[in-house]
């Protein structure tokens, strides 16, 4: 095998391992579930922004060297900090650790000890994570190493005998707007933000191997090619699984009872708790890292004035609270905060990647701001504000019925932006002129 070969399958795989978030694999079921017959088309959606989003962002990050703040620099230092940490707020305490916790509660501890309390169970599960974050330890990368293929292969087996041996009929759910209701459902899994936050481990392993410029971009595509291969296997069979069970189970059922009525129905009592406790075993590996990054990012941008110790401690007690919602609640929550950062994060990555924009900061600063305020005001009637302005205002913009009234303004913003510039330019060169 060459090492070009070898070296764009190790890192590939090594993405995969990345995203292959074992509180991701909760979302492609209940996804088929919903869209039924109109599954493939849900898939596609998912994978582009749920995989093919934060492979470009770990390729954006490669042309700064894999340093986001770099990148984000660009709009200001201001934003590209309190851009920072708005990021791992959502990929940290806020969101993503505690739903790591929830789902190893609803998915683990809940059919196996079904009297323990959630609070219970997630005050446990911190202080076990605690136990490795504050003294960390090569024993959990050693069990994370053997975890993901465990996992896997479990999966694996799940999806083929799904697709040998289906546990009900793919249905026409007569849903609309299957593929906006894909590509946002695909925001859930926060990867793009993690990307974009973890691309440095990918870019170091690319240069660490001897590759550099356009040799490590081909490198790093290649790889991303690998990854989002493995990951749409994996997310279009579990929606497959969850396509059969629109006719045989209620649309209310939550994203964790789903999984586990299909692993049971596909595998039995015994193949639902095995996928269940590798599943747990897999999120407590994630929240371990997750928390050793955000108290390390904490100490790091306050120069050890937010020493790391009480950074873990403080982001494990806002897990705590905000994990005892249960996944469902924290999904809900995710939605307004992930549609605010969402359009930065993709306005950024493509304009990154984008040879004739990227060098222009002002061009840049007006269409992620502008990313940002529809993004905000997009978000207004999801949190409770219903003025009839605002309603009538995201009336009258197009794509605002399917979730995306950020993007036409962004696109208007670019074209004028890039217009005054130029102008700005041919004047510059008629005063030099003359």
């Known amino acids: ?177 299957v593929l906006s209701n894909s590509l946002i459902e695909g925001y859930q899994t926060m990867d793009a933000l993690a990307g974009l936050m973890f691309a440095t481990v990918i870019t170091s392993s690319v240069i660490q191997k001897g590759y550099k410029d356009k040799e490590a971009i081909n490198i790093t595509i290649k790889s991303g090619l690998v990854a989002i291969f493995g990951l749409a296997i994996v997310y279009g069979g579990l929606m497959y699984l969850g396509a059969q069970t629109s006719s045989i189970l209620p649309k209310d059922i939550s994203k964790t009872a789903l999984l586990l009525e299909i692993s049971k129905r596909s595998l039995g009592g015994y193949g639902s708790i095995i996928i269940g406790i590798a599943m747990g075993l897999a999120c407590f590996t994630t929240s371990i890292g997750l928390i050793t990054a955000g108290a390390s990012f904490f100490d790091n941008i306050s120069n050890g004035k937010l020493p790391y110790k009480i950074n873990a401690i403080v982001i494990s007690l806002v897990s705590i609270a905000m994990g005892n919602f249960g996944v469902d609640k924290i999904v809900k929550i995710s939605v307004p905060v992930l549609s605010i950062l969402y359009p930065v994060a993709i306005t950024l990555i493509l304009i990154t990647l984008s040879k004739g924009l990227s060098k222009n900061n002002f061009v840049l600063r007006v269409s992620i701001y502008t990313s940002l305020i529809f993004g905000i005001i997009e978000t207004l009637p999801s949190i409770g504000v219903n003025g009839g302005f605002i309603k009538e205002f995201l009336n009258i913009i197009p794509l605002s019925s399917i979730g995306f009234a950020w993007v036409t303004p962004t696109l208007l913003s670019l074209v004028i932006s890039l217009f005054i510039t130029k102008r700005n330019e041919n004047s510059s060169s008629k005063i030099l002129e003359s």
């Open 1 to 177: 095998m060459k090492k070009t070969t070898k070296d764009f399958l190790v890192i590939g795989l090594a993405l995969f391992a990345m995203f292959f978030g074992a509180g991701n694999l909760i979302f492609p079921p209940y996804l088929g579930n919903l869209m039924g017959s109109k599954f493939i088309l849900a898939t596609l959606g998912f994978v582009v922004t749920g995989v093919g989003l934060p492979f470009l962002g770990i390729l954006a990050c490669t042309k700064t060297n894999g340093n986001f703040n770099d990148m984000a620099g660009k709009v200001s230092k201001r934003f590209a900090i309190i851009c920072s940490v708005a990021i791992f707020l959502a990929i940290g305490p806020m969101l993503a650790i505690p739903r790591t916790a929830a789902t190893t509660y609803e998915l683990t501890i809940q059919p196996v000890f079904p009297w323990m309390s959630s609070m219970v169970s997630m005050i446990l599960y911190f202080a076990l994570n605690l136990c490795f974050v504050l003294r960390p330890s090569k024993v959990i990368d050693r069990i994370g190493k053997f975890l993901t293929p465990a996992l896997l292969i479990a999966l694996l087996i799940l999806i083929i005998k799904g697709v040998v041996s289906p546990i009900g009929i793919v249905i026409n759910t007569n849903i609309s707007s």
